[in-house]
């Protein structure tokens, strides 16, 4: 391609046009492309070279852009510039050559190219914005193309076939697939709708609005052309699918935008997997062929490394599944076979025994092995398919050993596996639905054939059998049995009655038997025994529930779906209960870091601090489980449990602090605290911090400002003072050296109590202020606080039911962070692990003062099954060293939200100690920005991670994930967390 001097383009740009800017040679195939930055505005130069341009072509051009008219609000597209003389076309001779100069309008964004992250929201915009064009485009009319030659056209794929020998043996196995495929669809594709189109909305020529998933341009009309309408969309996906993990997650979500623009019909769909082929196999001849005829230009070569990536993709994909896939997206159900087999199933007349042979007659019994289902204990329990059989043979030898059978649809938990592991562009999801029904009877027994038949596919090493059944005389069904002993007589092509021995299940086998049925052959697509919630609909249709066929079995209901779950809370529960997240989650199952809910999803728990130790640990479970099994009663009994985790407990605090009272809550703790102060004082009088919270019971509610200084309250009580919220970064007074200004306000809280002739009962104060933000102590606040709470006669109660137990890493509890000792502390939320478990704990003189007579009495405080579980979440911290594990990925953690914030501005502050950390969102003012963290969490949510916010104007993002997190999971929420900071335009979320 022609070379020319930035300086030649500058006086061409000025003397046509009259335009003086920047000058910058951009990437072209045929033009000479450059762009023009003005103050005024900025542009784009073509210059075509009139040897290998027809002017005809560039007036087609034109005329497209001309039709469009700039586009609409939503699309903006070039529009031509005239020159001084008013011509959109300047022929030009340049240094003997002759070219052809236009001006076109610059699109501003940045190029799809250029775009880090990718979201299903991006590729749906991109599918809402090509069908856009097409629907401009499907009225405009123009002689140009009608009889053009266009190698890029894929209805002209044809001209491929003579340079297959181009390619090696391994490279052309791909080429000769689709080439082949595409001739099979050549005279349904000819039949197809026909229009202008764009023909190239490629990674180049689209245009992003930055940090956002909005596409706002498309540009460079140098390849429309007149053709199947259908292959606009082919090429479309075809670029959004390079370099995606998952190629058909990409491409359904263009389709599914496109469709909502410029409705498809059920024949394009239908052939849309081949004319993806034969856009590969177009580009990658044209770069075989560019190579060899231009190595100097690497254009030609730009996306032949991801053609080849995402044709090998492409082809491991069935066509026949991608067909229903993509018409199932654009509402156009399977049918046919789909009535069929509900025709045959209603007049079949089969029964379990037809199936299954024992040597001793046994019953069946339905057995749900679903992720919601109370069959199934701990996730430890199952976590592998071994785990799972001996789980269920516990099972069968309590129902008498009867033979177990289910599975359909149902979520398994064993797997919930790395092997099933799917990385999404929304996150990580698990292939943990079962197309199948199994049956378990850990004896052996005999497997007969169910349906006549002819056997199509044995494999005795994976003890796989399938078996060939006519509907009528064209269309067929097939019936797959796995997990079993062949029998040596059977081999392939054999005619099999019905009740054929087909081969033994012996007890040996860890694999349940395994029953399917199929209605596509397994040369379409081979079975497949698991799939993601979000293939279901397709894969029932392609793998319908084997228990249809059965007269006896009633197929399970579906559970209640979130809708009726969200109407009966509101009938039957109180109305001030509220749930996370715009669309509520229904949580089922617990595991470690994260939370399942009833689709198997694992979400990344971020802010569940009740689970200290992990959901569901399984330590904590088996002490629990183990006591309860014996006894659990009140405190008034004589049991070593009650003493061993008292022991235990106080060893974590200072010498000065050795009296414990149990109870059950978070609320209780710090209700009976007010009690002792007050008790020990004779005063009534609190001082608490501004947005601090302290309970939901009355005596709580009234010294927490986060409850009556919000919606609902009424302003604080005349015996609570309350105190500025102490944070340095954007309350009444900034800075780490602020503590002493804050404190202060305690010294006024006082006086204010004196004025009116009393003394403080006490100060409280959480050691990290969690509802208020997560908001770090300054320096010396709390050294001070304590110091003239003293002095003026009051105690100090610290509020650890948030940070307690080793969550701040350095220290155990989170008052030793500031060098004092309180004389109450209150410990509520990760002492039980999940279990309604609290303390309080005091001083020797504040326990004598509260024993004045009157019983304290607890009904469950205390219980041995409490305490065996206390006693075991303190012996675990220690064993797995998970004090400093909070400490470790608490820094870690804290260090990656840094570098973010160096990023994104939007992150205002971040803060907190160990996995007790929050970060701020604000505009550039610290402004908050309620509406954008709202947004954030619920983002988060839809890709996995469970997130909240907090401080008095919801925009603080806490963080107080189990203590077992590890750095890989901390990693896994940091990624996401920038690729949703990366595409959101946070400073103007509106909710």
């Excluded at 080849?308 to 997206?329: G, M, V, Y």
């Excluded at 007589?489 to 395994?514: R, W, Y």
């Excluded at 235990?648 to 978070?666: C, I, Q, R």
């Excluded at 604080?716 to 105190?723: G, L, M, R, S």
């Amino acid at each position: 391609m022609e070379k020319l001097s930035l300086d030649s383009v500058k006086e061409i740009v000025h003397s046509l046009y009259n335009i003086t800017g920047t000058i910058t040679p951009l990437p072209g195939e045929l033009d000479l492309n450059f762009s023009v930055k003005t103050n005024a505005g900025d542009y784009i130069l073509k210059m075509a070279s009139r040897e290998k341009c027809k002017l005809n072509f560039l007036k087609f051009q034109n005329n497209i852009l001309k039709h469009l008219k700039g586009g609409d609000t939503g699309l903006i597209l070039p529009q031509t510039i005239p020159s001084i003389k008013e011509n959109l076309i300047t022929e030009l001779e340049i240094e003997g050559k002759n070219f052809y100069i236009r001006l076109l309008t610059w699109i501003p964004g940045q190029l799809w190219s250029e775009n880090s992250f990718f979201t299903t929201g991006l590729l749906f915009e991109l599918g809402v914005k090509a069908g856009k064009l097409t629907q401009h485009l499907k009225n405009f009319e123009d002689t140009y193309p009608l009889q053009r030659k266009f190698h890029w056209d894929i209805s002209q794929t044809s001209w491929t076939k003579e340079y297959q020998h181009l390619f090696d043996s391994e490279k052309k196995k791909y080429i000769k697939y689709f080439y082949d495929g595409f001739e099979s669809i050549e005279n349904q594709l000819a039949k197809c709708r026909k229009s202008i189109v764009h023909n190239d909305i490629n990674d180049r020529n689209i245009i992003v609005q930055l940090n956002s998933e909005k596409v706002i341009g498309l540009i460079d009309f140098g390849d429309a052309t007149y053709t199947a309408t259908i292959n606009d969309l082919a090429v479309c996906i075809t670029y959004a699918m390079m370099e995606k993990k998952q190629v058909l997650e990409a491409a359904i979500e263009v389709i599914k935008g496109y469709h909502a623009s410029f409705p498809l019909k059920k024949e394009e769909l239908e052939i849309l997997y081949w004319l993806v082929g034969a856009r590969l196999i177009i580009s990658l001849t044209k770069a075989q062929l560019n190579a060899q005829n231009e190595p100097e230009n690497e254009y030609h070569q730009i996306s032949a490394a991801g053609g080849w990536e995402l044709i090998k993709k492409w082809h491991r994909i069935s066509p026949d599944f991608a067909r229903i896939l993509f018409q199932n997206t654009c509402g156009y159900k399977e049918k046919k076979k789909v009535l069929l087999f509900k025709e045959y199933s209603q007049a079949s007349n089969y029964h379990l025994s037809d199936l299954i042979e024992t040597k001793k007659t046994a019953s069946f019994q339905p057995l749900n092995l679903d992720i919601s289902s109370n069959s199934i204990s701990n996730m430890e329990d199952v976590r592998t398919r071994e785990k799972m059989a001996n789980r269920i043979q516990a099972l069968w030898l309590e129902e008498n050993e009867k033979i177990f059978f289910g599975g359909y649809n149902e979520v398994r938990p064993e797997l919930i596996n790395e092997k099933n592991r799917i990385t999404t562009l929304n996150g990580d999801f698990w292939k943990n639905l079962f197309l199948g029904i199994q049956f378990w009877y850990f004896k052996k027994f005999k497997l007969r054939a169910l349906i006549p038949g002819k056997i199509i596919e044995l494999d005795e090493t994976e003890k796989i059998l399938i078996i060939e059944h006519p509907f009528d005389n064209k269309e067929k069904f097939y019936s797959i049995y796995r997990n079993l002993k062949i029998e040596s007589s059977k081999e392939v092509d054999q005619e099999i009655d019905k009740g054929s021995l087909l081969g033994t299940h012996k007890p040996t086998e860890k694999n349940a038997f395994c029953f399917q049925l199929s209605l596509l052959s397994p040369q379409m697509l081979p079975p497949v025994s698991n799939c993601l919630q979000r293939e279901k609909e397709v894969y029932n249709q392609i793998f319908p529930n084997p228990l249809a066929l059965f007269k006896e079995v009633k197929i399970a209901e579906n559970r209640l779906d979130s809708e009726t779950l969200i109407s009966e809370r509101k009938t039957y529960l109180g109305k001030s209960l509220s749930l996370s997240y715009k669309d509520p989650l229904k949580i089922v199952r617990g595991d470690g870091a994260y939370l399942i809910d009833d689709k198997g999803r694992k979400y990344l728990d971020m802010v569940n601090n009740v689970a200290h130790l992990g959901h569901e640990h399984k330590k904590v479970v088996d002490a629990g489980k183990k006591q309860m099994e014996m006894l659990n009663t009140n405190s008034r009994y004589l049991h070593e449990n009650i003493l061993l985790f008292a022991k235990n407990l106080l060893a974590t605090f200072p010498k000065e602090l050795s009296v414990v009272h149990f109870v059950n809550s978070g609320s209780e703790a710090n209700e009976l605290a007010i009690r002792m102060a007050k008790s020990h004082t004779g005063q009534k009088d609190f001082i608490a911090v501004e947005v601090g919270y302290h309970g939901n019971t009355n005596a709580c509610i009234d010294i927490s400002s986060y409850k009556f200084d919000g919606k609902g309250g009424k302003g604080a009580p005349e015996h609570t003072q309350i105190v500025p919220l102490p944070d340095a970064f954007r309350g009444k007074y900034r800075g780490h050296q602020s503590g002493p200004r804050y404190a202060a306000h305690i010294q006024d809280a006082i006086k204010s109590i004196y004025k009116k002739n009393r003394k403080p009962a006490a100060f409280i104060c959480e050691s990290i202020i969690s509802c208020g933000g997560q908001i770090e102590l300054p320096q010396d606040y709390l050294k001070l606080a304590y110091q003239y709470t003293r002095k003026a006669g009051g105690v100090c109660i610290a509020d650890e039911v948030q940070v307690g137990c080793g969550r701040l890493g350095t220290n155990f509890w989170g008052f030793q962070e500031h060098a004092v000792i309180p004389d109450i502390v209150t410990i509520g939320k990760p002492l039980g692990n999940g279990h309604p478990l609290a303390a309080v704990v005091c001083t020797p003189e504040i326990a004598n003062t509260f024993a004045n007579g009157m019983e304290y009495f607890n009904t469950f405080g205390g219980n041995p099954v409490s305490c065996a579980i206390g006693k075991k979440v303190l012996e675990v911290i220690k064993e797995e060293n998970l004090q400093e594990n909070a400490l470790e990925i608490g820094n870690y953690l804290k260090e990656q939200l840094k570098t973010l914030q160096n990023q994104f501005p939007v992150i205002g502050d971040v803060r907190g100690k160990g996995l007790f950390l929050g970060f701020e969102l604000n505009d550039k003012n610290k402004n908050p920005l309620t509406n954008a963290a709202s947004l954030l969490v619920n983002k988060m949510k839809a890709r996995g991670v469970l997130m909240s916010t907090d401080g008095p104007d919801n925009n603080v993002l806490k963080l107080k994930p189990p203590i077992i997190i590890n750095r890989n999971q901390v990693d896994y929420f940091i990624y996401h967390l920038k690729t949703v900071l990366q595409t959101s335009n946070l400073n103007t979320s509106k909710i």
